[in-house]
Antibody
């Protein structure tokens, strides 16, 4: 069964760094793009960007460019979302999703499989 | 940036039909995908490429497009269909992906 398993909830202080993970299993990790999606408390879904694990090529939505960094370690089928300096406004649930549909930076793809989400709380 | 507009909420009686719209400029030229999200759960894909259903999604869920509007239709609505529904597209002009604002479906 195709699965994405995300790392556990985090509680951090403003200014701290953080990396959360998304581990894929039962599929070819380097063949499919992964998306990162934010959901702030009580709000809708926001597309953060995508990463191609084969070469770690990434594109970021304008609101997230320069705010976060995507990476991937294909040897352990794991994608990462990283912050260098957290803000209170980063408090949210973060989802990863496997994208299906082609070369997703140049064509329409959709999230066929989703991780369970990671809750990040940033508070002083 | 590209904007997708959804109604905030839709109410429907059990057994009736719910229609959730998603409006966007030239949406007829884009592939539209729909997700269902129940409280405390991750999103689930219910329709992709305008009108295709993933395996395991009931036939009661269908998608269509007309003009500048895409529609997710839920036939014979059940209590278990209560959820938030989001449309999503890829905007070729910017190369970015966008979600609609989401529609809360309430079964009354």
């Amino acid at each position: 069964e195709v699965q994405l398993v995300q790392s556990g909830a985090e509680v951090k202080k403003p200014g701290e760094s953080l990396e959360i993970s998304c581990k894929g299993s039962e599929y070819s990790f380097t063949t499919y793009w992964i998306a990162w999606v934010r959901q702030m408390p009580g709000k809708g879904l926001e597309w953060m960007g995508i990463i191609y694990p084969s070469d770690s090529y990434s594109t970021y939505s304008p609101s997230f460019q320069g705010q976060v960094t995507f990476s991937a370690d294909k040897s352990i089928s794991t994608a990462y979302l990283q912050w260098s300096s957290l803000k209170a406004s980063d408090t949210a649930i973060y989802y990863c999703a496997i994208l299906v549909g082609g070369y997703c930076s140049h064509t329409s793809c959709y999230g066929a499989y989703w991780g369970q989400g990671t809750l990040v709380t940033v508070s002083s | 940036s590209y904007v997708l507009t959804q109604p905030p909420s839709v109410s429907v009686a059990p057994g009736q039909t719910a229609r959730i719209t998603c409006g966007g400029n030239n949406i007829g030229r884009k592939s539209v995908h729909w997700y269902q999200q129940k409280p405390g759960q991750a999103p689930v894909l219910v329709v992709y490429d305008d009108s295709d259903r993933p395996s395991g999604i009931p036939e009661r869920f269908s998608g269509s497009k007309s003009g500048n509007t895409a529609t997710l239709t839920i036939s014979r609505v059940e209590a278990g269909d209560e959820a938030d529904y989001f449309c999503q597209v890829w905007d070729s002009s910017s190369g970015h992906y966008v979600f609609g604002s989401g529609t809360e479906v309430t079964v009354v």
